[in-house]
């Protein structure tokens, strides 16, 4: 490494630090406070903020920092910020030596350290997984910069933080997958519980609804302090820190009043990003489980008027109601971080959720394969998000879903893809490996042996049932008549299925032998 060297920051370096950034981003780099030397002198001195250089020749050529207020004063737990090389400096092992630096001068003064790596391009992703940290998630859609960009989030756990965890989280199906893969990650059995029974809190109305001001505060104090027990959200920020270190952080409360009287029914904290129209839902505080969903509702109205295309909030693994509900307004499991919150004398295991109003647009993308197998359960999760209304509305004349409830039904449309077919196109040939039943949603599919026409599929029938529960290869091909969608439900996610809910799996096994023998009566009718 030569003459390189890492030290804290001091104020006469804030110049080259600047000059970093601005030749790293650009002069016209959407956060601005990078490039404010203002910012980056209030962040040297900062005690919330450990800012270092990289020293060649007494010229800083690289910086990192990392960041204390993530989370509450007493969850031990910060973020590994922006770590940036001069271009000119890159390909010495600058930002390894500034990645292992930060970690050193952290270890002994937090449990959990926790990395947002930018994903066009792979460099701090590597980085990462050099110095030990593993992926905890993937935020779809997270910054604003010339267009949209994700974020890979990674962590390292220090000293006591895995041994004080507890254990045995409840959770939502729809993040099992993610929970097991993180757990796995940081060295942990997957404990979690799956809860298919928990309902989410809800739906009322009539409460009106303000800011928050400091003449209410004292009366949501008394809210949040008798019911502590059981937290359910997270973030960065907590009503008891006062009214005006809330306001200098630009933290927003929504209050709902009860309607008959002057009393506070709850309220829902959040910081709002102006730059990347994204809001982080940090705390929310309810006299009664009434006002929750509510609280929701009117957030959710609040970010539309705002332009918000990007809502973030962490929930408490062990709060499957709450993760129930937020499933229910559109949000989805994005991260699963072990032991990330500490709580009265033990760390929580915290879900991130993430909503996104805008279309599923990534753009270019590199991640490393650690990052890839998380991005690729997350991003599962947000495709079926807009093919769920598609399947949803053909329900009733799908006959694999005949005498499911409203409920069972959704849950196997979740489990589904759409496929799209053009006519002439062969689905599956003869002799083809079979790993999934098919549904049409509009169109007709010929079913052909030896190249002689036995049947056709139309809408809402089942096709390919038999290879797929067999495990055998298929004994026709299937070629679409027009243009067409079908609703894909694959083989092993049918086993998944049935093992998480048999009482769905009865249904749809008696469903595909009612539909196996209306196709043989009719075969022996041609």
Not at 131 to 159: N, T
Not at 295 to 307: F, I, N, T, Y
Not at 440 to 448: I, R, T
């Amino acid at each position: 490494m030569g003459d390189v060297i890492v030290r804290e920051a001091v104020e006469a370096d804030v110049p080259a630090i600047r000059a970093i950034f601005e030749a790293q981003y650009g002069p016209d780099y959407p956060y601005r406070s990078f490039l404010d030397e203002g910012w980056l002198k209030r962040s040297v001195y900062a005690d919330d903020i450990i800012m270092l250089v990289a020293v060649d020749d007494e010229k800083p050529v690289g910086t990192a920092s990392f960041v204390f207020d993530l989370g509450a004063h007493s969850d031990l737990l910060g973020e590994l910020g922006r770590l940036v090389v001069h271009p000119d400096a890159r390909g010495r092992g600058i930002g390894s030596l500034l990645m292992q630096a930060r970690i050193d001068y952290v270890r002994n003064r937090v449990h959990v350290g926790i990395a947002q790596n930018r994903c066009v391009h792979p460099y701090s992703q590597r980085v990462s997984c050099a110095h030990g940290l593993v992926p905890f998630g993937f935020l779809p859609m997270k910054y604003q910069f010339e267009g949209r960009e994700s974020a890979s989030i990674w962590g390292l756990h220090f000293g006591p933080a895995l041994t004080l965890r507890r254990n045995h989280p409840r959770i939502i199906p729809e993040a099992a997958a993610l929970a097991a893969a993180c757990l796995g990650n940081a060295g942990l059995p997957p404990d979690a519980i799956v809860d298919e029974d928990s309902p989410p809190y809800p739906q009322n109305g009539g409460f009106p609804v303000e800011e928050l001001t400091d003449l209410g505060l004292p009366a949501l104090l008394r809210i949040e302090r008798g019911r502590v027990r059981n937290r359910e959200i997270f973030g960065p920020m907590r009503l008891h820190y006062g009214f005006f270190q809330l306001r200098a952080k630009h933290a927003t409360y929504l209050v709902a009043r009860e309607p008959d009287s002057e009393g506070v029914a709850g309220a829902v904290g959040f910081l709002h990003d102006e730059t990347s129209l994204g809001v982080h839902v940090f705390e929310l505080i309810a006299s009664t489980d009434r006002v929750i969903r509510f609280l929701w509702s009117s957030l959710l109205e609040r970010c539309e008027a705002l332009g918000v295309q990007y809502i973030e909030v962490d929930v408490s693994a062990y709060a499957p109601r709450m993760q129930r509900t937020l499933l229910e307004l559109g949000f989805l499991p994005a991260g699963y971080v072990p032991a990330m919150v500490f709580h009265h004398v033990e760390r929580l295991d915290v879900l991130k959720m993430v909503r996104l109003s805008c279309g599923l647009d990534l753009g270019p993308i590199e991640l490393v394969p650690e990052s890839q197998r998380i991005a690729d359960i997350v991003l599962r999760l947000f495709v079926k998000q807009h093919v769920v209304p598609r399947i949803a509305a053909a329900i009733a004349d799908i006959d694999l879903f005949r005498g499911l409830s409203d409920e069972q039904a959704k849950r196997v449309a979740g489990v589904c893809s759409v496929q799209s077919v053009t006519a002439g196109e062969v689905l599956f040939a003869e002799g083809d490996a079979a790993d999934a039943i098919f549904v049409p949603l509009d169109g007709d599919l010929a079913v052909s042996i030896d190249g002689v026409e036995v049947g056709t599929v139309g809408p809402g029938e089942v096709l390919g049932e038999v290879a797929a529960l067999t495990g055998d290869a298929h004994s026709a091909t299937a070629t679409a008549r027009a243009d067409g969608t079908l609703a894909v439900l694959t083989r092993a996610d049918l086993k998944e299925l049935e093992r998480l809910r048999p009482d769905v799996g009865v249904v749809l096994y008696r469903n595909l032998a009612t539909g196996l023998g209306a196709k043989l009566r009719r075969a022996d009718r041609r």
